[in-house]
T-cell receptor, first 117, second 113 residues
Framework: AQTVTQSQPEMSVQEAETVTLSCTYD???????LFWYKQPPSRQMILVIR??????QNATENRFSVNFQKAAKSFSLKISDSQLGDAAMYFC??????????????FGKGTHLIIQP | DGGITQSPKYLFRKEGQNVTLSCEQN?????MYWYRQDPGQGLRLIYY???????QKGDIAEGYSVSREKKESFPLTVTSAQKNPTAFYLC????????????FGPGTRLTVL
C-alpha cells in the first residue's frame, strides 16, 4: 500500500519569507504522480502543484515549487514570498494505482501553515 | 459554472440511523470518490467509482455504502454499522487517469448525536 508521510504538523513563517514543507512517500510504482493540495479554513481542497515522477525537472507554479528527489522518495513544497492567503493546511498526496486509471489518492496527515504578518 | 456540489453542508444523525450524503458533479467526469477527514488526519478513501454502475471499496469502506446509477451522482450512505461516523466527508471527481487532479466538493460535516 502507498504511504505518505508529512513530518511537520505545523509550520510558521513571516509574511514575504520562504517556507518549505516536507513530504516523503513510499511506492512500488515506476511511473507515478505526486500532488500538493491546500485546504484553507473554508475546507475547500485546492490543487497547488503536481509533479510527474518521470520528469527530471521540478514543477513550478508561480510562487510554489517542489524539490522532487525520486531516489529518496521526497517531495517537498517551497512557498516563496509567503502571503497571508497562503495560511492553510497543506496535504501531500500520491495516487493509489493498480492496473491503470485513478483509484483514489493517499494523503499525508497535513501541515498547518501559519503566516505571521 | 462546472463543479461539484455536496448537500447538506451540516448533517446531524441519531445513533442507529442511516443517512445519505449527496454528491453531484457537472464536470462530465467518469470517476468519483468519497473521502473522510478526521481532526489531525489526512483524507482517507472510502469508496470510488470509475464508471457508471461500478464502484470499488477504498481503505475504510466498512459501515458505508454507495451507488452510481448516473454519471453525475455518487451518493454515500453512512449506515448504523459505522461505529464512529462523526467526521467531515469530501466528494471528488476526475478524469480517471493517475496524472489527473481530483476536483473536490465543499464537504459535508456529519455529527452523530
Amino acid at each position: 500500500a502507498q504511504t505518505v508521510t508529512q513530518s511537520q504538523p505545523e509550520m510558521s513563517v513571516q509574511e514575504a519569507e520562504t517556507v518549505t514543507l516536507s513530504c516523503t512517500y513510499d511506492t512500488s510504482e515506476s511511473d507515478y504522480y505526486l500532488f500538493w493540495y491546500k485546504q484553507p479554513p473554508s475546507r475547500q481542497m485546492i490543487l497547488v502543484i503536481r509533479q510527474e515522477a518521470y520528469k527530471q525537472q521540478n514543477a513550478t507554479e508561480n510562487r510554489f515549487s517542489v524539490n522532487f528527489q525520486k531516489a529518496a522518495k521526497s517531495f517537498s513544497l517551497k512557498i516563496s514570498d509567503s502571503q497571508l492567503g497562503d495560511a492553510a493546511m497543506y496535504f501531500c498526496a500520491s495516487p493509489q494505482m493498480s492496473g491503470g486509471g485513478a483509484d483514489g489518492l493517499t494523503f499525508g496527515k497535513g501541515t498547518h501553515l501559519i503566516i505571521q504578518p | 459554472d462546472g463543479g461539484i456540489t455536496q448537500s447538506p453542508k451540516y448533517l446531524f444523525r441519531k445513533e442507529g440511523q442511516n443517512v445519505t450524503l449527496s454528491c453531484e458533479q457537472n464536470l462530465n467526469h467518469d470517476a468519483m470518490y468519497w473521502y473522510r477527514q478526521d481532526p489531525g488526519q489526512g483524507l482517507r478513501l472510502i469508496y470510488y467509482s470509475q464508471i457508471v454502475n461500478d464502484f470499488q471499496k477504498g481503505d475504510i469502506a466498512e459501515g458505508y455504502s454507495v451507488s452510481r446509477e448516473k454519471k453525475e451522482s455518487f451518493p454515500l450512505t453512512v449506515t448504523s454499522a459505522q461505529k464512529n461516523p462523526t467526521a467531515f466527508y469530501l466528494c471528488a471527481s476526475s478524469i480517471p487517469a493517475t496524472y489527473n487532479e481530483q476536483f473536490f466538493g465543499p464537504g459535508t460535516r456529519l455529527t452523530v448525536l
